[in-house]
DNA sequence: CCGAAAACCTGAACGC
DNA sequence: TGCGTTCAGGTTTTCG
């Protein structure tokens, strides 16, 4: 599902081939992909038309165009959303929920969405921020991220590993795909809790996640079906590099035991039971 | 502050 | 074949 780095393919998409263009017309198929424009669908087609995309941006699993007088177009991709660019004239997607063309003329904007988790937005920035991002903490590929504060977050938390690693207000863009990897190769158990974690497994861990998003995002994200794909519907390939998610049964690449799957915050966990020995004391 | 649960969705997979 | 159930899971909200 979409966590950082396959959002940030997204953004790239859409940085290269919509930055600069006008927008014409929007389409909104669907209402419920615009429930979170508070002012209602009407509004939200009329704020769009005529603005000019300047810059497409991130933060964690959130992404926004800037449309120039501290308005963005904010879009969350939840679990099955998709950014297309299409040719005009090609056939609607069976789950296109809201469609953008520009004056231009050239290929169009697709918001596609079958579960409609996601949505798309126009709000203010306040700071530099959408204001429901405003909330988000920077993430790992952020400039400014700072791997001190952040330990020291997850160290005064009184909760477990994994769910520090799934809370978007301590450190965002991690999702279940790369918590369960990044503690993998941090050879720790998210149910070790966290104020028992010591600085350096911290920045251990912390290394391990940023080495993991690195690497998804060079292999164009992670798709195990054709719910996440880039602008142009290409699937990613970091479902092949995956160790622990999904693994269950296979053997850990580092022992040979074989990977478990854990019943977790009503989902999965797939940790290795001897690298990744549980806490004497989890936390629930 | 923390956690559990519910709500929001559709389609695939599975059991009978 | 078909029906019902479970699972997939990001975010927000509510309640204890």
């Not at 720790?188 to 966290?194: E, F, N, Q, R, V």
């Not at 251990?204 to 998804?216: F, H, M, P, Y």
């Amino acid at each position: 599902m979409p966590e950082l780095p396959e959002v940030e393919v997204v953004r790239l998409g859409l940085a290269e081939h919509i930055t600069g263009r006008r927008v014409a017309t929007v389409e909104v198929r669907h209402p419920r992909s615009v429930r979170r424009h508070v002012a209602g669908e009407r509004d939200f087609v009329a704020r769009l038309r005529g603005r000019q995309i300047r810059a497409a941006r991130r933060r964690g699993k959130y992404l926004w165009l800037e449309l120039g007088g501290e308005e963005v177009l904010l879009a969350h991709l939840g679990m099955s959303g998709q950014m297309r660019i299409q040719p005009p004239g090609a056939a609607d997607e069976t789950h296109l929920r809201v469609r953008l063309r520009f004056a231009d003329g050239g290929p169009e904007l697709r918001f596609i969405d079958q579960r409609t988790f996601g949505g798309l937005s126009v709000e203010d920035m306040v700071a530099g921020l959408p204001i429901s991002v405003a909330h988000i903490a920077r993430d790992p590929m952020d400039p400014c991220f700072d791997r001190d504060a952040v330990v020291a977050g997850i160290r005064r938390r009184r909760t477990g590993l994994k769910r520090a690693l799934l809370d978007q207000t301590l450190i965002s863009g991690i999702g279940n795909i790369y918590a369960d990897e990044a503690l993998w190769r941090a050879q720790l158990h998210g149910a070790w809790p966290t104020a028992t974690l010591t600085a350096a497994q911290g920045h251990a861990l912390l290394r391990a996640v940023t080495e993991v998003i690195t690497e998804a995002l060079a292999a164009g994200g992670t798709s195990f079906d054709a719910l996440y794909v880039n602008i142009n519907g290409a699937s990613g390939y970091f479902d092949r590099s995956l160790v622990a998610y999904g693994q269950a049964g296979r053997p850990c690449p580092r022992c040979g035991t074989a990977i478990r799957r854990e019943s977790f915050m009503n989902r999965s966990s797939y940790t290795c039971p001897q690298c990744q020995p549980p806490p004497r004391h989890p936390h629930p």
